[in-house]
């Protein structure tokens, strides 16, 4: 088992697909110690393949038992795995959490210091409670699309589930929120994030200049919508990004591109001048940036304190040595598929860090395990898997 700066906490794992893997996923690779609860049929196919990449990269770390939470015996496995957990993340609809017994009132009746976390995709409450969140209707509803991808070519969604992804690190943020409250309440509580507030949250700026400026965002495309110019421009061989915003910094672009006294035409001497005339600053740029390599006018542009880098597909990001440096590729064995690397941990601590020291667990792998814990003797153990409760 993980190690680490939350070893001290208990997690059950009753969520499926991503956004719910994804919270529980921060704990787990920082030593929590996480019980992943899945049906006998198990999860696989929400997901990906259980022995694919997306599976194992979103599971690692975790134990792994089966339950039927619609058999009475179940049911009660799940009770006492409760009242000595310190946190329970869920993704159910309200609906189904509610019929199966398994909502926060009925959890907190068992063990009040539980912090029980919902993720849905449109919140527990509200005309769009009951509806099923899919990150790209999140996409389509929380304004990212609309501001993503070339202007007069629609919408477009982000190329990952962003959506999802932030659901879930939003949630495991307000668990480690509920945990230190914690400390001086003595109380848990309920915890709960969507996949639409996530997404409107990560409009960040965008969706602040609606609020207070009553100005809708546009597709910009490449090109940032407010810090010009910051875009891709074509190079001999591909494309890099520049971004050059603010005065000092264009001034050192434009000497560095051959023409040090652009910064001084009408069009372009001022930011807002920049702003209203950035196809033709692009046109500008472009026409010396495709004269040489990338690779090129990566070193030649960082040498003059121009922030740019290259565009990578993914290979190259995984060959990059800041990546490497950085340790972006963790390496775990797995008793089928041998080593095999997954994904790091983007967060660092210094005493405590991050450690991925155990593959996915396959399924029901510990059931009897994490049954002799809770007190369960072999006939027991056995008659339970005779009955189908695990």
């Known amino acids: 088992m993980a190690t680490g700066a939350l070893s001290r906490f208990r997690i059950l794992d009753l969520t499926r697909v991503r956004a719910g893997p994804t919270c ?128 007069g070519h629609g919408p477009v969604r982000a190329g990952i589930p962003v959506a999802d992804l932030t659901a879930g690190l939003f949630a495991a943020q307000g668990i480690m929120a509920a945990l230190l409250e914690r400390e001086v309440s003595g109380e848990g509580q309920w915890v709960q994030s969507s996949l639409l507030g996530s997404m409107i949250a990560m409009m960040d700026f965008q969706a602040a200049r609606w609020l207070m400026d009553k100005d809708v965002p546009k597709q910009a495309g490449n090109d940032h919508p407010t810090s010009i110019p910051t875009g891709v421009f074509p190079t001999k061989d591909g494309h890099i990004n520049i971004a050059a915003s603010g005065d000092k910094m264009f001034a050192r672009l434009c000497k560095e591109l051959g023409f040090p006294d652009l910064v001084s035409e009408p069009h372009f001497k001022t930011g807002e001048a920049r702003s209203a005339n950035r196809g033709l600053l692009n046109e500008r740029i472009a026409t010396v940036t495709r004269t040489d390599t990338s690779a090129s006018w990566v070193e030649r542009l960082e040498a003059a304190e121009v922030p740019c880098g290259p565009i990578y597909a993914m290979d190259e990001v995984f060959a990059d040595p800041q990546v490497k440096h950085l340790g972006m590729a963790q390496a775990v064995e797995h008793p089928e598929l041998g080593r095999i690397e997954i994904v790091g941990q983007a967060i660092k601590l210094s005493r405590t860090p991050a450690k991925l020291e155990t593959a996915t667990a396959g399924l029901s792998e510990h059931t009897d395990e994490v049954l002799a814990e809770l007190g369960y003797d072999a006939a027991a153990i056995a008659g339970l898997h005779e009955r189908g409760a695990v």
């Open 24 to 151: 529980v996923r921060q704990f787990a690779d920082f030593g929590a110690q996480v019980i992943k609860i899945e049906s006998a049929g198990g999860d696989a196919g929400m997901g990906g393949a259980r022995l694919g990449p997306d599976f194992q990269n979103l599971h690692r770390n975790k134990r792994c038992i089966t339950l039927d939470l619609k058999s009475p015996d179940g049911l009660e496995i799940l009770r006492k795995l409760v009242a000595q957990a310190d946190v329970m993340v869920e993704n159910f609809r309200p609906d189904v959490k509610d019929r199966l017994g398994i909502g926060y009132e009925a959890m907190k009746a068992i063990n009040p210091r539980i912090v029980y976390a919902s993720i849905s995709g449109f919140g527990e409450d509200g005309p769009y409670r009951m509806r099923p969140g899919f990150d790209q209707i999140a996409q389509g509803m929380g304004g990212i699309m609309s501001v993503t991808g070339l202007p």
